[in-house]
């Protein structure tokens, strides 16, 4: 974890002291926060689901290579599950993008969200090597779909002129929200002493925030079903 701290302060570094400025500042009113936004109930319920989801998010990715441990895996084979999890993220968030230009951003993102949450609930029933590898591949493929679509919805849920301001009050509370996800996971963990419970607690969180990003689908659509968004 040092290594790959040091490795991002050095890129982040890099790229903070040789970027110019493309357009000229532009001073708005409330600075960092625009608590205006939040009257917005598409956007309110936006941020909610994206919470909701990285409470759930990174519990797989994080116990995978534990569980398979626990359950009679090889620790050599179990290191590679994350890496088969990333590779599957690879192909997420390479082929999400195409696709929702044709179909709309949530009408990809619910249902890779809420394919997150099947593997997160079937994945403590996974205890062989064949089947922990196949759903880490498919969570690894849902999860990155979500990494990749998060950001651009709200896009489509403001004023073009303070999206920068949206996206960066949402990722502030995904933040802490994805911060104490796995520790949670790792409590329920040390309270059951098994990843049943684990899986039932992070799956529940992914799946309600589906059903947030349904809501404020709705909403933004003007209260109808069928729509690109």
């Known amino acids: 974890m040092r290594i790959l701290g040091f490795i991002l302060l050095l890129q982040l570094s890099t790229n903070i002291l040789l970027s110019k400025r493309r357009l000229p500042v532009v001073h708005v009113s ?10 917005s109930a598409p956007y309110t319920l936006y941020v ?5 989801a990285y409470l759930g998010l990174y519990t797989q990715l994080t116990y995978i290579d534990v569980f398979g441990v626990l359950n009679g895996i090889s620790p050599e084979y179990s290191f590679y599950l994350v890496a088969i999890a990333n590779a599957g993220s690879l192909v997420g968030r390479l082929g999400s993008g195409p696709i929702c230009d044709r179909f709309g951003n949530l009408n990809i993102l ?4 809420v394919l997150t949450a099947v593997t997160t609930f079937v994945w403590p029933y996974c205890t062989s090597v064949t089947s922990l590898t196949i759903i880490a591949a498919a969570y690894g493929v849902a999860l990155g779909a979500f990494a990749a679509l998060v950001a651009a919805p709200v896009a489509s849920l403001g004023d073009t002129g303070d999206v920068g301001r949206r996206t960066g009050m949402l990722f502030t509370f995904c933040a802490i929200a994805s911060l104490i996800g796995p520790p949670i996971s790792g409590a329920i963990f040390s309270r059951f002493g098994r990843f049943l419970e684990v899986g039932i607690y992070a799956g529940c969180m992914i799946l309600g925030s589906s059903i947030f990003m349904f809501t404020a689908r709705w909403f933004a659509l003007g209260r109808r079903l069928r729509g690109k968004f």
């Not at 409330?30 to 009257?39: E, M, P, S, T, Y």
């Not at 909610?48 to 909701?52: F, G, I, K």
């Not at 619910?110 to 969200?113: A, E, K, L, R």
């Open 30 to 39: 409330g600075g960092l926060f625009n608590l205006r936004a939040f009257k």
């Open 110 to 113: 619910i249902p890779s969200n």
């Open 48 to 52: 909610v689901a994206s919470c909701l």
